[in-house]
């Protein structure tokens, strides 16, 4: 880019492996396929592009049927305290939200795992509750347990059966964290002492763990997990189940992850409330033992919604990003990586406050502190599947912040909506990105297995931008290894 000093030397390495083989370290190898790239890249800069590879389409075929909805009776339970979940994804600070059947106080106990695994220090967060109420909305499911969109419904206000109230929704800030350090926490029950120092979990209080992301700097290692499109079906859990084997990895392992990034669409309620609880339930095994950064999908917006089942469980920590944040879109920072939180579903015109926050947001970043600038959003700008095909939406956005992002060398961005997995090459306005030259990287993560099934439908020929696709369900890694170079990986559930 035209003023960059380039402090490196101007010969690229930019490979692409496209493996089909089982990853041979997975404890669910059986499962796992993996798909990877590595890259070198000036600092600073958006992703250079060499000459690769021709497109390819996965031969793989995810099962033609949608998995199955997990029943209500599997995944809810009578737990005063449940639905435990860590949000965040700045080293010092997170957001611990949970959910009781009947008030309690919104205190949460947390410490410092020691070396020998225990706690020595308990200390004491209070945040506040809240609860909702809403008209249900029902959507009738088919035969092929595909949802009948056309015959969704609202219930009637005057009918009380058709009303949803939610339990007491907690959140309670955690912050003065030290980074890369792993915490124990827990709700103390109504009758315990919630004063700091030591004490015994009580008998009934469910612990929980989670590791702090790296401090802020060029040379740290940061290791995410992506997934997005999730839902509550036996495939949703599969894919949760995947994730979850990344945080038992050790820490000489590539694979181990630091935090979660969710570009949307958790827990396909659409409207009908109960279903925000079985899925925080559903989840609970993951999502309350790792960091986890998130932003709204469709699903968190139509069919009833309104971001108002999300936006009351799933609170951001946002308030440290420029000027103008929101719940909505908002940043942070952790390790090498600034990353930018995005609504597709928000006004986003040149004119809009999520375009003028997101402008003063990258002008703010300091690339010598974080070289690497991330994005998520839920609706994906780069598709080559006829399923959410040039979404207005989409579209609109892309002619909106695409020539932002390439002024300030954003390098990689992710997205979900469209139910199956895509890499681009670097790209910027449909063109491949001339060797040299800026281009960001866009990955479509949304094949995390919910009640809608794969899309299968690809658009032929395949676009010279598409690097990779495949109809199925999984999940992805991105591991930031230093200033200069990353590696993403994909992992096919089956």
Known sequence: RTGRRRSFSPTFSWQAVLSERLHPDSPTANHLNLAIFTMARFLALALPMLALADGRTSSFWRKEQPGALIPLSNILDDAAVQQHRVIGGSPDEVMITFASATPVASTVKFGEVSSDGEVYFWAVAHGQSTVTSSLNYYTPVGPDGVPIWDDAHWGTYTDPADYYTSPFIHAVKLGGLKASTTYRYFVPSSGDDVGEGQQTVGEGEKTFEFTTTPAVGPDARIRFGLMADVGQTDDSLQTMQHMFDHLNRTDDDDDKIDAIIFPGDLSYADGEGVRWDSWGVLGEFLLANVVTTYVPGNHEFGNGENFAGYMSRYPTPHERAAEGSTKLW???????????????????????????????????????????????????WYNSNNYHKNDTNSMNMKADLEPLFKQYGVDMGFAGHVHSYERTNPVYGWQVAPAGQCGMVHVCIGDGGNREGAATDWYEPQPDWSSMREASFGHGTLDLINATTARWRWWRNQ
């Open 330 to 380: 908002y940043s942070h920072e952790a390790g090498p990586a600034h990353v930018i939180n995005l609504c597709s579903y928000c006004d986003v015109k040149t004119n809009s406050s999520q375009y003028a926050w997101l402008a003063a947001d990258l002008a703010s970043i300091d690339r010598a502190k974080t070289p690497w600038v991330l994005a998520q959003w839920h609706s994906p």
